[in-house]
């Protein structure tokens, strides 16, 4: 029970710290401003354009919510050392393990809770589609629905923080994904004529299932920014999450492809009766631990899937959600053992 006292009380001052922090209103505004600029964007292809819609918009999401992964994560602990408020919860019965696993709760949550407003957003324009000629019709049902949740949620953002004081990037950030969620609901029961058609009609599932596998990849993301920050300072955080994100979209080419390489040789050595070289069975061996240890990101982009019209397997859905967790675990347990003997006096 204390434990679990201790555990929301550090993740809760953690997601209202990593809110407020300018750099999450700046990286979300622009993203969903991104977002938006899109459905221009992708009208100049010579074939179809709403599949490259769907392309740049969930990568814009995805960079966004890496930036905001590597910021928030790295900033939750090497502030805290740097200041040196964090003498004052690991000198309390606090152990460290329950501090680590809080701040990377609060940190989860506040980029789940960021990156929801262009998610919604996006998928708000989804259902608009890409104007791709001058006679395509605008889907005024999308657009009055999204520009009323926009409006909503800045007045309000611009009420509580005048009159009560609160944070307003936190209020924009935090309001900003619900409205558009209730706006983006709205806009599946009208077509552009304002015609009520059925939900079925506009509603992808699969694209919510892409969402889902990048939100739990940003997951994996900020675990090892948690782990990194707890012996590095702020730079080299950025620095290593970042190298971390780019070595794991590029897994299979750097090291799987490697590692098939050297299978493929022993397998005909062994084939020719000859057995394999020591070097052979030392790098196969380093290369099995690389491609183990290296999250790889790139079972969690399924939008090439999503844009030819293919089904996201359930089983397949459920085991990179596996791989995630476990990715997480083993992050987290990382942590907190280099977190233990730190010494932050």
Same mark, same amino acid.
């Given at each position: 029970?204390?434990?679990?006292?201790?555990?929301?009380?550090?993740?809760?001052?953690?997601?209202?710290?990593?809110?407020?922090?300018?750099?999450?209103?700046?990286?979300?505004?622009?993203?969903?401003?991104?977002?938006?600029?899109?459905?221009?964007?992708?009208?100049?292809?010579?074939?179809?354009?709403?599949?490259?819609?769907?392309?740049?918009?969930?990568?814009?999401?995805?960079?966004?919510?890496?930036?905001?992964?590597?910021?928030?994560?790295?900033?939750?602990?090497?502030?805290?050392?740097?200041?040196?408020?964090?003498?004052?919860?690991?000198?309390?019965?606090?152990?460290?393990?329950?501090?680590?696993?809080?701040?990377?709760?609060?940190?989860?949550?506040?980029?789940?809770?960021?990156?929801?407003?262009?998610?919604?957003?996006?998928?708000?324009?989804?259902?608009?589609?890409?104007?791709?000629?001058?006679?395509?019709?605008?889907?005024?049902?999308?657009?009055?629905?999204?520009?009323?949740?926009?409006?909503?949620?800045?007045?309000?953002?611009?009420?509580?923080?005048?009159?009560?004081?609160?944070?307003?990037?936190?209020?924009?950030?935090?309001?900003?994904?619900?409205?558009?969620?209730?706006?983006?609901?709205? #806009?599946?029961?009208?077509?552009?004529?304002?015609?009520?058609?059925?939900?079925?009609?506009?509603?992808?599932?699969?694209?919510?299932?892409?969402?889902?596998?990048?939100?739990?990849?940003?997951?994996?993301?900020?675990?090892?920014?948690?782990?990194? #920050?707890?012996?590095?300072?702020?730079?080299?955080?950025?620095?290593?999450?970042?190298?971390?994100?780019?070595?794991?979209?590029?897994?299979?080419?750097?090291?799987?492809?490697?590692?098939?390489?050297?299978?493929?040789?022993?397998?005909?050595?062994?084939?020719?009766?000859?057995?394999?070289?020591?070097?052979?069975?030392?790098?196969?061996?380093?290369?099995?631990?690389?491609?183990?240890?290296?999250?790889?990101?790139?079972?969690?982009?399924?939008?090439?899937?999503?844009?030819?019209?293919?089904?996201?397997?359930?089983?397949?859905?459920?085991?990179?959600?596996?791989?995630?967790?476990?990715?997480?675990?083993?992050?987290?347990?990382?942590?907190?053992?280099?977190?233990?003997?730190?010494?932050?006096?």
């Amino acid at each position: 029970m204390v434990f679990l006292e201790q555990f929301l009380t550090i993740a809760r001052n953690t997601f209202l710290e990593c809110v407020r922090q300018p750099i999450t209103l700046i990286v979300v505004g622009a993203a969903t401003l991104l977002v938006f600029l899109s459905n221009q964007f992708a009208a100049f292809t010579m074939s179809d354009d709403q599949r490259m819609y769907v392309d740049i918009g969930l990568s814009t999401i995805f960079m966004a919510g890496a930036l905001l992964a590597a910021f928030l994560a790295t900033s939750v602990i090497d502030e805290e050392i740097t200041n040196r408020t964090v003498l004052t919860v690991v000198s309390k019965p606090v152990a460290r393990a329950t501090f680590i696993v809080g701040k990377y709760a609060g940190v989860v949550v506040a980029l789940l809770a960021s990156i929801a407003l262009p998610a919604m957003a996006f998928f708000l324009v989804e259902v608009h589609g890409v104007i791709q000629t001058a006679a395509t019709p605008v889907g005024w049902p999308c657009v009055l629905f999204g520009v009323a949740a926009a409006v909503l949620t800045i007045a309000t953002a611009t009420w509580c923080n005048y009159f009560y004081g609160r944070n307003f990037g936190a209020v924009t950030v935090l309001l900003g994904g619900p409205l558009l969620l209730v706006a983006y609901g709205f #806009s599946l029961l009208f077509d552009p004529q304002w015609n009520v058609i059925e939900i079925a009609t506009e509603f992808r599932l699969e694209l919510w299932a892409a969402v889902l596998l990048m939100a739990m990849a940003l997951s994996v993301l900020a675990a090892v920014a948690i782990a990194v #920050s707890t012996r590095l300072g702020r730079v080299l955080t950025l620095s290593a999450t970042l190298a971390t994100l780019l070595i794991g979209l590029l897994s299979d080419w750097i090291i799987g492809r490697r590692l098939h390489a050297i299978e493929q040789a022993i397998a005909v050595r062994e084939a020719a009766g000859t057995t394999a070289t020591g070097a052979d069975l030392f790098e196969l061996s380093a290369m099995k631990t690389a491609y183990a240890i290296v999250p790889n990101f790139q079972v969690f982009w399924v939008v090439d899937a999503v844009n030819q019209a293919q089904q996201i397997p359930l089983e397949y859905f459920g085991r990179v959600m596996a791989y995630g967790a476990l990715m997480v675990c083993a992050a987290l347990a990382l942590a907190i053992a280099l977190f233990q003997r730190r010494e932050v006096g």
